[in-house]
């Protein structure tokens, strides 16, 4: 697959040993691929099974069915559900991806007083599980008559989403030259202006990155769902995942893998198309 | 052009009066109602959703949402302190106790005997279990109209073929499941994980001679200690699965279901289901929980029961017992019974279609005349988690004293219910 | 917290005029981030602290206060010990393999040439699926007797063996699903962190003979020490919040083996109904992750 070297050294036997040396990364390498994809490709070769089949440990199904898919899409509801997790997460990522570039603009330009506290303030209720909140925020939410509203749920996404992005966007910010900045400034450009048409521009990567995150954020949520949405017409995929386990009172696996699978697509989709962007992002001083 | 405007002025005038008044007028017939009804599972919905309700009463529009009844006690709490319950929610009849307790409840006794006078035919269809079911500390509350038993159900082709009579008793299910169990066979299905309140367990516990006093289950009487070492027999000679600590009731289902399984204790609910693979009386055949050697005369036959009960925050007590008598109706509670749990309106039982569904349904009828509901307690979901522990530390220590361990959860259960 | 380490540089322009409009605008800037963050997330957690010194379940009329008194039931119950034993290990157990696991990875993924789009994007995979649906596979690998799991062991001569079913081997079990499901990103944090380190760094350690062990030891690790205490935050603290795979795979048992903090809370608050002693598990937690992170940033300044 790989490791041979463009431009051949002069002796031999050296040549030998780098190859042996390169290749053997891939070794490991395979395990640990294994590792990541086994669990997924299982469970992909379980939804094209019958029930019955599922009991066989065999990896390939006699006979394909792509009937647990078919019941899947055509479940009552299944839509709805789909579109209302595609709207949370699109409402919630944009909303937090703007909160947290005003912040994260001020972290890393400023040296104001609190500077430090406020930080902290953003960044310490990340390490809260989030099985705690679910009862104060029920009492929150119901206090101000927002129960069982979209609305409720897209303020709890992006507070959540919130501390992740403004971290990450604040080292990209800070890597972005400060010179272009000055430059404009003394073009007149108002704050907001050098926020929108130079800083964020510049950042973009980071735009996606935290974009990335937070959509899968929101996509994957279930607890919040569970606690603040009383009808059907406001729940998302991860909630009829979890009443499907009940409901069927015998494990229908296959049908259950196949909707595990159809709800991690989009999610993937989203990441492999940014992937570079993403990981560059990160590398190009993100985090540090 | 005057004339025009005044004209327009006065028309504009008269149809924002009629729209004052339009909802008025509507409100003589009795005003709209809104009524909330949470089911348990999603199957427990009639197939009509409500649309002849609808039909018969123009005023009032029933609502229905699924929560699950594992989680329908938490959430109508939680939604009672926030003012939101709704009219009528579906819990487990083992758990009316904390509801009752927090005054969540409505008192419906003058609307069940507004019903008896109106409908006497109608109200006089439902088992006593019905009624008793929705009451906590003789107040009705609700309706259980649907009861579900656990069967002992076995496979009648592998005992004939091992030359096995059908056991009549506990010690008898252990020793056949010990000579069943062997190739792969699991001898006797059952759960043994803490995915589930332990209504198997209890359900056992009540066949086996086993007594509640002031509603807090003996674990440590001579039935009590039976039933650990039923369990711990289950492990040591290998009857269950060797997976049983993980198994909820999915697996052991799917266990009989698949084949794999020699005994089980289904639900009436999942026979349905168990006629997909298997033929009744061919393979497969079920019968009340058998007793405990030498406790013949205690034995029960424990249901679960899921009232619907009114909530004490309606508005609409009236409306919601006419819903109640909607969902109780014959031909509305079999097209449920029909697919799913049996229910406690006695014509569908006989009902011509209900045997012809479920051809099993003759042989328990005897036994569903006599079920018996689950005791509840206040401290019912503290009381749960003790029992469950006391479960699987007997599969954990299949050679362990089951009495000592009997005793030691007896104190921690009593303890709670002293509190 | 990291970005601690940014020293922060100004705008000449703010630094000239110090007029009061200037001065707030940071503030202006930082507002909406902390109403969300205070007002919902904040909020939550001074909820708790308040509601864990009362006594509300739902057998108490009224709330009565009861001070420290939840704190001291829970340390006297020998449920909530389990559980913070049974905690640790999951967390220490995760640690462990989890940065041992994303290192090799993240090593790996650095040294190959080709396909290294496609390798880290498999390399984060796991990531992105949800926590039910990451238990939901685990617990399909190895339940029933023709699972993945059993049927290779049997292929390698091994018999049948009890996974979920076996209290020791469930943990085992819970921590390597928890594993494959964080660390995806402790790897990517740390491949973040090997892309920047200055490649000069290597070809001077090369030139001063250094093998590849000792220049990892010399180069590597200093260069992304910030990095590794962040993958450490991160594996630590999500495990100890750990609670959406744990509860669909094992629900605690068997026995109460893999009834870590969290899933332990989930009970007390949506079984037993008893939110007080809920929430003084989540305090708990609190200090646990808190301190935690105190240490690690402690760490990755001394250098």
Redesign the interface.
Known sequence: MAGSSPSLPPRRAPVLAMLIRKNLVWIPLAVLVAWSLVPILWSVAASFKTPLEVYDARWLPESPTLDNYARVLQSDGFWRYFLNSVFLALASTGLAVFVSSLAAYAFARYAFRWRHILLIVILVPRILPRASLIVPLYQMVESVGMLDTYAALIVTYTATAIPLATWILTGFFHAVPIELEEAAAIDGASIWQRIWRIVVPIAVPGMITVGVLSLREAWNEFPFVLALTTSMEKRTLPYQLFLLRDRLGIQDWPLVNAFTILTIIPILILYIAFERRIVSGLTSGALK | MRVFVKRSLIAALLVSAGALLFPAFAQGDGEQVELTIWFGRENFIPADAFDAFHAEHPNIRVTTDVIPLEQAVADTLRAAQAGRAPDIVQIPADSLGPLAIQNALFDISDLLEQWQSEDPAGHGNLAEAAFSMGSWDGTPHGLALHIGPFWYTYRTDWFEEAGIAVPTNWDEVLEAGRQLSDGGRIGFAIHGSRAHDPVWMLSLFMAMGGQWEGNVPQLDSEAGVYLLEFYQALVRDDIGSPEILAWDSGDFRAAFINGNAAQALIGDNVYPTVQESLEYGDEWAGKPLPPRPGAEDQNRTMALGWPYVVTAQTEHPEEAMLALRYLARPEIIEEVALRYQPTTVLPVLNSPSYVDAKPWAPDFAEAFAQLEPLPGHPRQPQIYQVLLDAMQEALQNPNADAGEIAATYQAQIDELADR | ??????A???????RRRRKWGE?L???L??S???L??????????V??FV?SLFRVD??TIGRPFVGLGNYLALFRDPNFLNSLTRSLIFVAGTIVFGLA?SM??AL??Q?????R?F????????????????A???R??F??????V???LESLGFG?M??????DR?LAVVTLANV?FIS?FAT??L???L??VDQQLYDAAAIDGANWFHSFLNVTLPGIL??LS?SLMWLS?AS??M??IIL?L???????STEVL?VY???L???????SS??A??MV??VI??TL?LLYLRVSRVR
């Open positions: 917290m990291a970005v601690d380490n940014i922060t540089r100004e705008l000449p322009a703010a001065i605008v940071p503030y800037l930082v909406p981030a902390i969300f963050v205070a007002g919902v997330l904040g909020y939550a957690v909820n708790g509601t739902i057998w696991l090799t990875y790996l993924l040294a190959v040439r080709s396909a789009g390798l880290r994007s498999v390399a984060l995979i796991p990531y992105l699926v949800s926590g039910i649906a990451a939901i596979m685990w399909f690998l339940t029933g007797e023709a699972s993945l059993q049927a290779t049948q009890t996974w979920l079913g076996h209290p469930a494959w995806p990517l944090i491949l973040g962190g892309q920047s910030p990095m962040l603290f100890f919040n609670f959406d669909p094992t629900g605690g048992g068997p026995g109460r969290a809370m989930y009970q608050a949506f079984r037993n109904l008893d939110y809920a929430s598990v989540m937690l609190l992750n808190l992170s």
